[in-house]
């Protein structure tokens, strides 16, 4: 069987963790490939609200097998904290839950580095999540990091504190005071070591492969979203991975040609956590209706979002990236009561408009002109089908179909895992 990904197509929190637990009853296997604990993925269903940062959001269901791919980067510490949440809930993660030897893990001094760089950026800083993202990567890429698979090695604590001198040592040419007790961020990474080494450890690009011949059902999860993608996001204001479709492929270690569907999650609107561009960002009272009825605050670090309208230039750059086959709009319910709604259709770039995706959509460079729409009073959260829709929601929907050319497959219509339309 082929693969199915789910990606988020704005800059994260778009809903994913939410339609991979719907979707989740589809597949045998949820995998993630990418990022780390700068994710915050929220699953709420029978009234109770889980968040999940490193493990694939199909945890909860006792039929599918999760996997950590080699494209993810893990923290123990929070891992063990995500595993404790899951022991409240006597989730069996021991047979269930499969990790690369191919992931990269973060290290205490990844984090300190992250907030030194954070800080040394002043005014220009990412608004990283400061969970040692960036660092973790760079020490992948640079040939330098720790793997899972580390762990089975003899050497691997001969490994671990030679990286650890290393970091100290580049620690020392940032002209910055972080305040921190290094024995004790230790002794906490050994005991996430510990909870870690509980849970089987796999070549996962052989494992999936191996499914893929047995015909087995995958969804490949990822994090963050397109417009925070390393190569195609808003550089540099991005994560440090790829998060568009080809990450899959690298972070699973799963040829192009075994890809089935591309699933592209996006907001009724806009939000942005962390510093960067944000041509539809809304400073009115508009933007914090969205803010206050959507709950715009951030899974993982607790940052209020910046919100603002739809930005379809945008999601169609985001469409074409990830090759997206069906689309799912989160949180049409959020949008009930607003008397017209706008949607950005083209960019005034340099003077001149146009409607691809620009190398800058700085402000200076960048403002946006919006197509209005009729909007909807109806409160959709306790609508269960399709026709219960009102027609100018529908009439938005199939506006993004027509600009998009794909087709809008769900639409979600509150937080929770039945709160969602299928068409
Ligand atoms: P993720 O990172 O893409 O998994 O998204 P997050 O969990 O960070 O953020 C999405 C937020 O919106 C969470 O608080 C969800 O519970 C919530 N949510 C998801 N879908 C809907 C929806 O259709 N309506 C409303 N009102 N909230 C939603
Ligand atoms: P999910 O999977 C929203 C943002 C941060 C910051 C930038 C870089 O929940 O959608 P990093 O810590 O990765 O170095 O931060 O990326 N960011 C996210 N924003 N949702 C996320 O994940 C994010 N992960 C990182 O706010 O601007
Ligand atoms: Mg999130």
């Known amino acids: 069987m082929a693969v199915d990904l789910l990606l988020g197509l704005q800059w994260g929190d778009e809903g994913k963790g939410k339609i991979v637990d719907v979707l989740t009853t589809n597949y045998d296997i949820i995998a993630r490939f990418q990022g780390g604990p700068n994710a915050g993925h929220t699953l709420i269903f029978d009234g109770a609200k889980h968040v999940l940062h490193t493990i694939p959001s ?166 963050q979203g397109s417009l925070l993608d390393v190569d195609f996001g808003t550089y540099p204001f991005v994560t440090s991975s790829t998060t568009t479709a080809a990450g899959a492929c690298t972070g699973l270690g799963v040829a192009p040609n075994k890809i089935g569907e591309v699933f592209g999650i996006f907001k009724a609107y806009t939000t942005r956590v962390g510093s960067g561009p944000f041509p539809t960002e809304l400073f009115d009272k508009d933007g914090a209706t969205m803010a206050k009825v959507g709950h715009e605050f951030g899974a993982t670090t607790g940052r209020a979002r910046r919100c603002g309208w739809l930005d379809l230039v945008a999601l169609k750059y985001a469409v074409d990236v990830n090759g997206v086959t069906q689309l799912m709009m989160m949180k049409g319910d959020v949008l009930s009561g607003f008397d017209t709604l706008k949607v950005c259709t083209s960019y005034n770039y340099k003077g001149t408009e146009i409607t691809h995706f620009p190398y800058n959509i700085e402000p200076e460079n960048v403002s946006v002109n919006y197509s209005e729409f009729k909007g909807w009073d109806e409160d959709l959260t306790k609508m269960t089908s399709a026709n219960q829709l009102p027609q100018s929601l529908l009439d938005y929907v199939a506006f993004i179909e027509k600009e998009t050319g794909v087709p809008v497959k769900i639409v979600s219509v509150g937080p929770d895992r039945k709160q969602t339309i299928v068409r």
């Open 58 to 223: 199909g945890i909860f269901h006792k039929t599918a097998l999760n996997v950590v791919g080699n494209g993810v980067v893990i923290d123990p510490v929070i891992f063990k904290k995500e595993l404790e949440n899951l022991d409240k809930h006597n989730i069996d993660y021991i047979s269930r839950l499969l990790i690369s030897r191919k992931a990269h893990l973060i290290l205490p001094t990844h984090r300190l580095l992250d907030a030194a760089s954070e800080t040394a950026k002043g005014k220009a800083k990412i608004g990283s999540t400061l969970k040692g993202i960036g660092p973790t990567y760079m020490d992948k890429t640079g040939r330098n990091g720790i793997r899972v698979g580390d762990l089975e090695l003899d050497n691997w604590e001969e490994k671990f504190q030679h990286l650890t001198k290393k970091h100290l040592k580049m620690l020392s040419h940032f002209d910055i005071q972080l305040d921190y007790d290094l024995v004790e961020l230790q002794a906490e990474f050994s005991e996430g070591i510990k909870k870690l080494r509980q849970l089987q450890f796999i070549d996962s690009e052989a494992y999936l492969n191996d499914a893929i011949k047995e015909n087995k059902t995958i969804l490949a999860e990822g994090a």
